[in-house]
């Protein structure tokens, strides 16, 4: 009878927990890359029919998310969001044909601006200036950005203030777009010319930046030029382009990566697209996690009316991750924006700071021997000398592998932790210091030292 009362309860319980909730957060990262290609729907991308390197090896070498979402249509609206937490305006759902202001620019509780336009004010933030307070580098690698060098800048490049965008359209020779560069359109970066100038640079930096973990940037946000990144079909100066070009360019780039030293030390690679396709027969401007619209647009969806950008999918490799590990969880540019905040121990900017959105967690970063940082902390700090005493002890960390079923010793005592991260050890307390270490395969142990009173 008992037990026929347990089996309803329990099933009540486990329907009350929301499906897509992340019990772990990110972890802490040491790199984080960011490769954005353009406009295709993950079934395409990721279908039997896509180039291998990208549909099968990448997935097969990390983590594969099927429902990674977009955030809007067209292009530039996609880009702002997963650097800043911006949500599309009319102007960039446009792509900025026009390089114009975005006004009036009035702040609201959710950390959105009200307005209109491209280039927004100082006051909105991105993730680079977050680095950029903490002291820590980061970079914007752009091909072909230096490709009219010296007649138009090599870093920093975009149109003057007011005029139009003459990047729209690739040229033979000068494949850049302005629009895929979401950097150029904050003041707060494109005032400092001195410091855009030293971190929006020429995709041409980025090897030699990668020979040393000291030069390469804490974030790096690569984009193709418009052949390499599948936009283009064929391209201007006769590549194939689409998904051929845009598989060839992540053969060349995500290797050089890979091999790097800053990978090896807890990097993260992110490969996806900026949005689905937006017209036609397979236009999709799905969304997911509850993505808000925003206080200036009714329809992120643009062309085609709907709540988002429509389904992308996304491959992420790290030492941290399994090969092979598919995560089928929700998640879309805002959640990128947070989990790169999360693992490089920033705050959360604009909608990726929306309660509920799921970071990359525990079912991304699958590998057991990813080396987890464990935070040992232990009560009383001053235990009475001289009588046995009950040591609380309790480990924080980001991952629950590296919180349940830890050991914790002190000399011939030892402990293993709960799946709350807690235990206890009662011990005699002498007149010296007490010392103990938690250690667990696959994380990095901690010890706490305590000094009898």
């Not at 954005?36 to 549909?55: C, K, M, Q, R, S």
């Not at 998310?65 to 969001?81: C, K, Q, R």
């Not at 598989?247 to 060349?252: A, M, S």
């Not at 799921?358 to 232990?378: H, M, R, V, W, Y």
């Amino acid at each position: 009878m008992r037990r026929l009362r347990l089996i309803p309860l329990l099933t009540l319980l486990l329907l009350a927990v929301p499906a897509h909730a992340s019990a772990d957060g990110t972890p802490k990262l040491g790199h984080v890359f960011v490769i954005v290609l353009e406009n295709e729907n993950a079934d395409a991308t990721f279908g039997p029919d896509a180039p291998t390197y990208l549909a099968k090896t990448l997935p097969s070498e990390g983590a594969y998310l099927p429902n990674y979402f977009a955030t809007g249509h067209l292009s530039l609206d996609n880009y702002i969001s997963m650097v800043s937490g911006q949500a599309p305006n009319p102007q960039t759902q446009a792509d900025c044909q026009l390089f114009s202001e975005f006004t009036p620019g009035t702040p609201t509780a959710d950390e959105q601006v009200i307005g209109s336009g491209c280039v927004y004010p100082a006051a909105v933030k991105t993730i680079a200036d977050q680095l950029q307070s903490a002291g820590r580098n980061w970079a914007g690698y752009m091909e072909d950005m230096a490709a009219k060098a010296p007649a138009e800048p090599a870093t920093c490049r975009h149109p003057a203030i007011g005029s139009f965008d003459d990047t729209q359209s690739a040229e033979v020779g000068d494949q850049y777009a302005t629009r895929h560069n979401p950097f150029m359109y904050f003041h707060s970066i494109i005032d400092d010319q001195k410091t855009c100038d030293a971190h929006v640079v020429d995709l041409t930096r980025l090897g030699g930046d990668l020979q040393r973990n000291q030069t390469t940037p804490a974030y790096s946000f690569i984009t193709p030029n418009l052949c390499h990144d599948g936009h283009d079909e064929p391209c201007v100066n006769g590549e194939p382009g689409g998904l051929v070009s845009a598989n060839d360019f992540l053969q060349q780039v995500v290797p050089q990566i890979r091999k790097s030293s800053a990978y090896a030390h807890r990097g993260l690679i992110i490969v996806t697209f900026d949005e689905a396709e937006a017209s036609g027969g397979k236009a999709d401007s799905s969304a997911c996690c509850n993505e808000q619209a925003g206080p200036n647009t009714p329809s992120p969806g643009g062309p085609k009316a709907g709540p988002g950008g429509g389904r992308v999918g996304a491959v992420l490799l790290s030492p941290c991750i399994a090969p092979g590990t598919v995560d089928e969880r929700s998640y879309n540019h805002y959640s990128m924006l947070r989990s790169a905040e999360d693992g490089l121990g920033l705050k959360h900017l604009g909608y990726a700071g929306v309660s509920g959105l799921d970071p990359f967690g525990s079912k991304t970063f699958t590998q057991s021997d990813c080396g987890e940082q464990i935070n040992l902390k232990a009560k009383p700090k001053r235990p009475p000398s001289g009588k046995r005493v009950r040591i609380k002890l309790k480990v924080k960390t980001t991952y629950a592998r590296c919180r349940r079923g830890v050991t914790i010793k002190s000399g011939r005592h030892q402990a293993r932790t709960s799946s709350h991260g807690r235990a206890s050890i009662k011990l005699p307390v002498g007149d010296g210091k007490l010392k103990f270490k938690a250690k667990k395969h696959g994380c990095l142990g901690d010890t706490a030292v305590l000094q009898p009173r």
